[in-house]
Structures are given as C-alpha cells and as structure tokens.
C-alpha cells in the first residue's frame, strides 16, 4: 500500500516507517523539516515529503492511508479532526497514534463521514487502546473482567520525543478519573505508585497517568475498576515527576514547549545510564483468577511497540470501514506475530484470585449464602449502602473507647456506606454511618485474620456456621506488645442473609467492665451506577 507517515521522522514514526518498509508497502515520510526527513528516507528505503498538518494538506493526493504519528494530540487545537477530515475527502484511510482519551473517544464525529466514503479511520492505533484492549481480550475470551490494570514501563535508553514528554508532563499533578469499583473518582497525575512484574523477574514501578483506557475501557469491557500506569527506570526521574506532581497540585507551574526542552534536555544528560530493556503489563481479574500477559523488548527495541498496532492492521488484506477508537481493531495473535522481527518476549500467567475471606475459611467459604460471598469477593474497590440502627454504651469508659475508634453516633435507620478496597496487605474497610466515619485495615495471615484499628491489632476468629459468618476477637496488640485477654474486647459480630439481603450485626462490649461498647446493625446491598 501507499502510505504516508505523518511525524515520519519522530521517535515513534521513524519506527512505524522502518517496519512498514520491511512489510512492502510504498512508504513516505512527512515531516515539517526535510533536513531530518531525507537523510532519514535514505536510510531506510523510502520517500519524504515536507508537510504541516496546520498548513496545506494537497500533498495528501497520490496515497492510500495516512497515519499521523505526530503529536501531541491534546494540544491539536480547536480543529483536532482536520487531518482525519481531509484525508477522507482526498479518499484515504485515516490512523493515528494517538494516546489522548478526548482525542481516541472524540474521533466518532467522523463515523458518517468514513462510512459513506468507504474509509477507515481508527484513533489510538498504538500501545493504548490498541494492544492493551487486544491483551484484555485474549485473557477474558468472552468473560468479562472485572479489574483491568495496564501498565507501559519503558528502558531509560529509549530515545523520548518532545511529544510524548509533553503528554506525560502535561498530566503531572493535574486532576483526571478513574473508574473503580463501579464509580468514577477523582485521582491526579503521576500518582498511586505501584510495582509491575515483567518477563524474567524484572520489576519497575509506575505511577497513574490519564490514557485513552481509562475513558473507553469501562463501558467497552464492562470492568469494575480500570487502572494504567506508566513508569521510568531510572528512580531520579520517577520521583522527579512524582515531586512535580505534587508541586503542581497546588501551584500553576506551566508545562509548555519550553519548559518540556528543559526536561529533554535533563533526560538526554542521563540517557547513558540504566538500560534499553522496557516493557508491558496488562492484567485481568476473570474467572476467579488473575491472567497475565507481559512484554519485554530489549536492546532497545521498546520504542517499536507502539509501531506494532499499526503495522499489524496494515498487513490485513482490507481494513474496517467507519471511524472509532483502537478497541479491538487487531487481535493479540496478530500484534504478537507482527513482533516477530524484534528483540521482544512475551508471556502469558495466570494465578488463583483469592481474596482475603475465602483464603482465611477455606472450602467453608463456599458454605456461604452467595449475599454474602458476593460481598467478601473485592477485587478492587466494592461500594455497599444500605440502612443501620446504632446504639452505643453510656458509661464514661464506654464513651472514651468509642471516642478513640470513632465508632458511629446514636441513630435509627440512618444512611450507611461501606467501601472495601483492596491493598497489598489485605483490605481497608471505611464505614460511614450518617455524618460518621471510621475505617479499618484487614490482613489474611497464617494464623487467620486480623483487623487493625490505629495501633490496634485483633485476631479474628472466623466461623461459617448454618450460612451464617461469626466474628469473634480471640487477641490484640498494641504495635508489638500482646495485650492481656483481660484488656480484649467482647465481640458479637455475624453476617447473614434475609430475603436474599446481606444482614450484617455487630455488638462490642468494653474490656474490664463488659459495659457496651456500640451495638449496628442494618442492611447491605452493592452499590452500582444506577444508584
């Protein structure tokens, strides 16, 4: 095929370029400047071409598709679809690598427009949505996965363009959202640090950026919770950025044109150090279980990836007629086989999803009413409300107690909501009964389960009995000092089910006096879009 490479000499076009080359196809570069783009088309075997995509677009006659490889497409201006609009009406397919989510989302306004013309125009035809929704379709098949997290962790030797350094840049420290646990919720750039596993025992870390998943994931795959990160090797610059974010938080530190050359420029002084080994991480939760595919391009071939998508889709016979974002426009076989010529390996893992409950009861936990095994089953983030009634002790050792675990107020049929969400430890439970709100942390550990309050530790006793669950306190510490049973509280807690509802009753009497402490109890039902 006839194709033009628009930002054909940038860190990702010259990649795309060299592969589309190696395929066959007639290729052209498009550049602004061809002091870069000649020397560059003799080098790999094509044609170059000088071109704007804000100036005149004649020069876009005479080819069968157009990719912009260009960028940064958040800062495309008032007109972002002019391209994709004019490579229609000269009678090109349209592609993009795009990894803007108002970008990806937006390119819809074009599905008339392609569609009566017999085109194809896909948006985020790289890394994210591309690949990434390819993997999560391999390791869900046609279940749906109920947590999505993605991750790009690229070598410290991998050449950065001024486009992708603005992308990232730009979100530091800046408000975005998250789907989880069935809600949208407000998190900022460069934010939630977390470590990903690549093929080989390497480990990175990575920290949440905004990325077209994020927008287009929930409703496409029908997951709970979608999470992305991105990551950098070297731990100066990750931490940089994170101490940027902050900064930027609170002040208007602007990231422009010159501001990004500053941090090239920093980036280009450490370049020689870590190394050119990058990589990929998606995961799905699915089926009771966790499945992996990873990806690791060494010798810096990392830069590739985001090249494959495109190549991939190119190499088809014919291409999609409409215009969308990448969701699914090429399967994991083909982008895998399209990887073939480089220095990349793949793997696939899977691994039991165990939350903390089912590990701590064993075969008894699926003795439980399924109310109730629902609830215990996070595998991110669940949301629960329902009502509660609250009662609490009187005496003055009561009421101190209560004051310093934040125990609920007196109250009847008062509103409740309760969060679980899942950490590397176990899971933190926030409790809000009315206008109060208290939390706890909960850990499986080999003699059961514990659940901590401030400095606080009980050791749980869990029993599944007649479909109902018991908790009782059988020990407690305070940090690392064993507290004398005498100085334990008395616990009367269970979950049950009536008329197919999650009950749930929990009564705490004081150490030493057996005064009462709180006694709740109330109703529980998923919280869900809707409600």
Known sequence: ?????????????????????????????????????????????????????????????????????????????????RLPRAAIASGLHYLDLSDNAAFCAGITVLATQATEAGRCVISGLS??????????????????????????????????????????????????????????????????????????????????????????????????????????????MRYGLAALAMLRRWLPIPVNRPVVRVFKLVADLLAPFG?????????????????????????????????????????????????????????LAEAEAAMRDLRVTTERVIEPFMPIMQRVLGPAFETLPEAIRHSHLTADVSRWHGQASVRRGTSLWSRLIGWFFGFPAVGEEMPVEVTKTVTDSGETWQRVFGKSKFHS?????????????????????????????????????????????????IAQAREYVTDSRLQFDVKLHAPLTGDLLVHYQGTLTPMTKDN
């Open 1 to 81: 095929m006839r194709i033009l490479v628009l930002g054909g000499t940038g860190v990702f076009g010259s990649r795309l370029a060299c592969l589309l080359v190696r395929d066959g196809h007639q290729v052209t570069i498009a550049a602004r400047h061809m002091t870069a783009a000649m020397p560059l088309a003799e080098q790999l075997g094509c044609q170059a071409v000088q071109m704007d995509r804000e100036g005149d677009l004649q020069a876009l006659t005479g080819y069968e598709v157009l990719v912009d490889a260009a960028g940064p497409f958040h800062a495309y201006g008032p007109d972002p679809y």
């Open 127 to 236: 890394s994210v949505p591309a690949l990434s929704s390819a993997a999560v379709r391999a390791l869900a098949g046609a279940s749906r996965p109920r947590l999505i997290d993605s991750a790009i962790l690229p070598g410290n030797r991998s050449p950065r363009g001024l486009s992708v350094m603005m992308s990232i840049l730009s979100q530091t420290g800046r408000p975005m959202q998250v789907f989880r646990g069935g809600a949208w919720q407000r998190t900022t750039g460069w934010s939630d640090r977390q470590t990903y596993l690549l093929p080989g025992g390497l480990r990175r870390q990575a920290w949440q950026i905004d990325v077209p998943d994020l927008t287009l994931f929930p409703a496409h795959f029908g997951a709970e919770t979608v999470l992305f990160r991105a990551g950098l090797e070297l731990g100066v």
């Open 275 to 331: 190394s050119g080994r990058g990589g990929m991480s998606v995961m799905v939760i699915v089926d009771q279980e966790r499945r992996w595919w990873r990806l690791l391009a060494e010798n810096g071939d990392g830069p590739f990836i985001p090249a494959v998508p495109a190549r991939a889709l190119l190499r088809r016979a014919e291409l999609p007629v409409g215009a969308g974002p990448a969701l699914e426009v090429i399967t």
């Open 441 to 489: 942390r909960l850990a499986a550990t080999p003699q059961g389960l514990t659940e901590s309050f401030g400095p606080f530790t009980f050791s749980l006793g869990l029993r599944a009995e007649g479909g109902v669950l018991h908790f009782a306190v059988h020990a407690g510490r305070l940090g690392p000092l064993t507290l004398p049973h005498g100085l334990l509280p």
